[in-house]
């Protein structure tokens, strides 16, 4: 199937998707450098959210573990 008529098909289809089948999404496994981190930290940072930061710092807070664990198993 070509790439056109793929379009046509998802563009045509009336199939909802339920979160709960959805894959759950943890950001930790994409903060695997400071750069990722960093970048992580300013997109939360600019959408001010305090509650959203905290959950952020929880996520930075785990990655920093994993790296460690990964490091020195």
């Known amino acids: 199937m070509n790439f056109e008529?793929?379009?046509r098909k998802w563009m045509t289809?009336?199939?909802r998707i339920r979160a709960a089948d959805l894959p759950v999404f943890?950001?930790?496994?994409?903060?695997?450098?400071?750069?990722?981190?960093t970048a992580?930290?300013?997109?939360?940072r600019a959408a001010?959210?305090?509650?959203?930061?905290?959950?952020a710092l929880k996520d930075v807070a785990r990655a920093r573990r994993a790296s460690v664990a990964v490091q020195f198993p």
């Open 5 to 7: 008529a793929q379009t």
């Open 13 to 15: 289809m009336t199939e």
């Open 26 to 37: 943890d950001s930790v496994r994409y903060l695997d450098s400071e750069e990722a981190i």
């Open 40 to 44: 992580y930290l300013a997109d939360i």
């Open 48 to 55: 001010n959210d305090p509650e959203l930061l905290a959950a």
